[in-house]
C-alpha cells in the first residue's frame, strides 16, 4: 500500500480538496484569529529531518525539484530479505484506543491479524475503522461529547468539519516537547518523514499532528491520455504543448458514431495551464482571488468551447463522474483529468481487463499558449494526519510515538512488511518474490487501517507491474521542475464559520461547474463572481489580510 493506492480509494470522498487552503471553521465573529505559524514559531516547532539510514535502496532514486519538491524513490522489486528498522518492541503494555476513516469493508474484530501487529508493537491498540464517507459527520458528535480516543485519524481536507483548530491544545495533545527539533532523533523512522509533511501538524507555533502517506511531490492531479491508444495514432506527449493542440486533438480522436468522445472531464487540474492561480495570487502586497484574474476567465472560455464542442463525452458534460474510469478503460474517453492515485498497479489490470493494449499516460505540464515555463501548483505534502488524545500521560505519549515510529518503517523493511502484509505464511506468501495475501490475509488485513495513524514516505511501488513504475516515474521526473508551492502552502487557519463558506464560493463554483460542461455562459459565471465579491468575497480577503497576510506573510 502506498500513497498513491490510497488516493485512489479517497479520490471519491477528497476530489480536489488537496488544492484547497487547510481550513478550520471555529465559528463566532471574524475576531477570531487564525491558527497560523510565525515564520520563526513554525521552525522552532518542526522536526529535525534525518534520512533513514535502514531504507531499501530504490531502484530509481528521487529526482530534485525546486526547494523541497522531490519525486518519490520508485522500486521494481520487494526485497527478498527485508531489513528491520527498529530495534526490539516498541510498546511497554499499554491499552489504547483509536479511530480511523475506511473506506470499504471492515476487518472482523479482533482478527489474526490485528493480534499479531499487537504482539509486534507490544501494546493492546483496538483500532476501530469507521466509515469514511460519513466521518465528516461522525466525528465532531465525538468531539462535541468530548470522547475522542487515544488515537485519531482527522484528514486535513475535513479540518472545518472538525474545527481542528480548536481542538489542539483542547482535545489533542502537543507533540512539540516531544518530536520538534532533535527531539524526533529518538524516532528514526518518524524524522525521516519530509519537513513538508510535518508542518501540516502545525497549529499556532506548536505540533500537534502526525503525518500519514507523505511525500514532496503533492501534484494534486494530471491530464492522464490512453497512451496505447495515442500512441497507435502517432500521437505522442511531447506534442502536446498548448491548449489548442489539445483542442485539435480532441477533433482528430472523437468519432461520436462509434461511441468514443476525446475528452472527459479535464478542468480540475488543466485550469492552471493558463496561470489561474490556486487560491490566491499576492501583487503589490495586495491578495487577489482567482475569481479576479483574466486567466480564470480565459480558462473557462476554453472550457466552455471545449464543452459545446462536441469532443466531450456526453456523460461528463451531465456531470456523470462515478463512470469515469469505466469510459476510460473501455476507450469511450481517451483524455480526462485525475488524481494521481489512479495511476498504479491496480489501474493497469483493470484497463487490460476491458482491453488488453491499455496503458496510461499523463500530459506534462503545459501552458495555455504554448509560451513560458509550465506551472504545477504542490498540493498538500500530507493530507492525512493523526493526533493523540490531550488527556494521555508523557509516558503514554512516548509509548503511542514508539508505535507510530514502527508502522512509519520504510517500504521494503520488516516492519513494513508486517504492517502491510501481516505474518508469512499466514496472511500473505511470496509469488514470483511479491509478498502476496493468502484467503485469511485478503479477510483480515486492511492497509490503510494503522496507515492512517503513521505511515512512511511515499514510494512508487507496483510489484509485478513494472511498466507502470516507470511511466509513472519517468512522467514525475520530466515534471519535478515545475513544481512551485502556492501563496499560504502548508498554512493551518482557523477561520470563523462565516468566513470559511465565504472561501467555499459555493454559488460561484457550481456555476463554473455548470459553464465547463456547456450549461452556463462565461458571462453568468462573471455575474456569479460579481455578487460573491461584493460580499462574501470581500470578507473574506479582508479577513485572510488582516490575519493571515499582514501577520504571518505568506508561508513562502
Known amino acids: 500500500m502506498n500513497r498513491r493506492s490510497f488516493l485512489t480509494t479517497a479520490a471519491t470522498v477528497a476530489g480536489a480538496a488537496a488544492m484547497a487552503p487547510l481550513l478550520s471553521a471555529c465559528g463566532g465573529g471574524s475576531d477570531k484569529k487564525a491558527g497560523a505559524n510565525t515564520k520563526e514559531g513554525l521552525k522552532a516547532a518542526l522536526p529535525t529531518y534525518v534520512p533513514n539510514a535502514n531504507a531499501v ?3 530509481i532514486a528521487p529526482v530534485q525539484g525546486a526547494g523541497d519538491a522531490a519525486t518519490d524513490p520508485a522500486y521494481l522489486s520487494y526485497p527478498a530479505s527485508p531489513p528491520a528498522s527498529v530495534s526490539g518492541v516498541p510498546g511497554k503494555g499499554g491499552s489504547y484506543t483509536a479511530i480511523t476513516p475506511m473506506w470499504g469493508t471492515n476487518p472482523p474484530v479482533g482478527n489474526s491479524f490485528y493480534q499479531a501487529l499487537n504482539k509486534a508493537l507490544g501494546v493492546d491498540l483496538t483500532v476501530k475503522p469507521t466509515d469514511g464517507i460519513n466521518y465528516n459527520t461522525i466525528i465532531p458528535t465525538m468531539t462535541a461529547a468530548k470522547k475522542l480516543p487515544d488515537w485519531i485519524n482527522l484528514p486535513a481536507w475535513l479540518n472545518a ?15 512539540t516537547p516531544y518530536l520538534a527539533g532533535d527531539n524526533i532523533k529518538k524516532y528514526p523512522n518518524l524524522a525521516a518523514l ?11 507555533d506548536k ?5 500519514c502517506f507523505s511525500t514532496s511531490f503533492g501534484i494534486p492531479g494530471a491530464t492522464f491520455y490512453r497512451r496505447d491508444t495515442l500512441d497507435a495514432r502517432g500521437i505522442t506527449a511531447d506534442q502536446v504543448k498548448s491548449a489548442d493542440d489539445l483542442m485539435n486533438i480532441g477533433k482528430e480522436l472523437t468519432d461520436a458514431k462509434r461511441g468514443v468522445w476525446a475528452f472527459d472531464d479535464v478542468w480540475t487540474y488543466l485550469q492552471f495551464s493558463w496561470g489561474v492561480p490556486m487560491n490566491w495570487r499576492v501583487d503589490n502586497g495586495k491578495l487577489i482571488s482567482p475569481f479576479e484574474t483574466q486567466e480564470f476567465l480565459e480558462a473557462l472560455d476554453w472550457h466552455y468551447r471545449l464543452a459545446t464542442s462536441g469532443y466531450m463525452h456526453p456523460d461528463a458534460l451531465a456531470g456523470d463522474v462515478s463512470n469515469g474510469a469505466t469510459r476510460f478503460y473501455s476507450g469511450k474517453t481517451l483524455i480526462g483529468g485525475g488524481g494521481l492515485g489512479a495511476w498504479n498497479l ?10 488488453p493494449n491499455y496503458r496510461r499516460g499523463a500530459f506534462n505540464a503545459i501552458t495555455a499558449d504554448g509560451k513560458g515555463t509550465p506551472v504545477i501548483y504542490m498540493g498538500a505534502a500530507a493530507s492525512m494526519i493523526s493526533y493523540l488524545n490531550a488527556n494521555l500521560k508523557p509516558a503514554q505519549i512516548e509509548e503511542l510515538l514508539a508505535v507510530a515510529n514502527y508502522l512509519a518503517a520504510p517500504y521494503g523493511t520488516a516492519e513494513y512488511t508486517m504492517v502491510n502484509f501481516g505474518v508469512e505464511g499466514v496472511h500473505h506468501t511470496r509469488v514470483n518474490g511479491v509478498p502476496t495475501f493468502t484467503d485469511e490475509g485478503k479477510k483480515d488485513v486492511q492497509p490503510t487501517t494503522y496507515a492512517f495513524l503513521a505511515a512512511p514516505g511515499s514510494v512508487i511501488s507496483n510489484p509485478g507491474g513494472d511498466q ?5 516515474a519517468g512522467w514525475s521526473a520530466a515534471n519535478v521542475k515545475y513544481l512551485t508551492k502556492p501563496p499560504f502552502w502548508g498554512m493551518n487557519l482557523s477561520m470563523p464559520q462565516a468566513i470559511a463558506s465565504a472561501a467555499a464560493a459555493q454559488n460561484v463554483n457550481d456555476t463554473v461547474k455548470d459553464c465547463y460542461h456547456g450549461k452556463k455562459k462565461v458571462s453568468e459565471v462573471q455575474d456569479a463572481i460579481a455578487g460573491w465579491r461584493s460580499g462574501p468575497g470581500e470578507r473574506l480577503k479582508q479577513w485572510m489580510t488582516d490575519n493571515v497576510l499582514n501577520k504571518y506573510g505568506t508561508g513562502q
Do not use: E, R
Open 57 to 59: 535502496k530504490p531502484d
Open 161 to 175: 468539519n472538525f474545527n481542528t483548530g480548536g481542538l489542539v491544545g483542547t482535545q489533542i495533545a502537543d507533540l
Open 194 to 204: 519530509p519537513t513538508g509533511a510535518w508542518q501540516h501538524g502545525v497549529w499556532g
Open 207 to 211: 505540533l500537534y499532528g502526525i503525518p
Open 346 to 355: 491496480a489501474d493497469a489490470q483493470s484497463g487490460i481487463a476491458a482491453d
Open 468 to 472: 507502470v513504475t516507470k511511466d509513472y
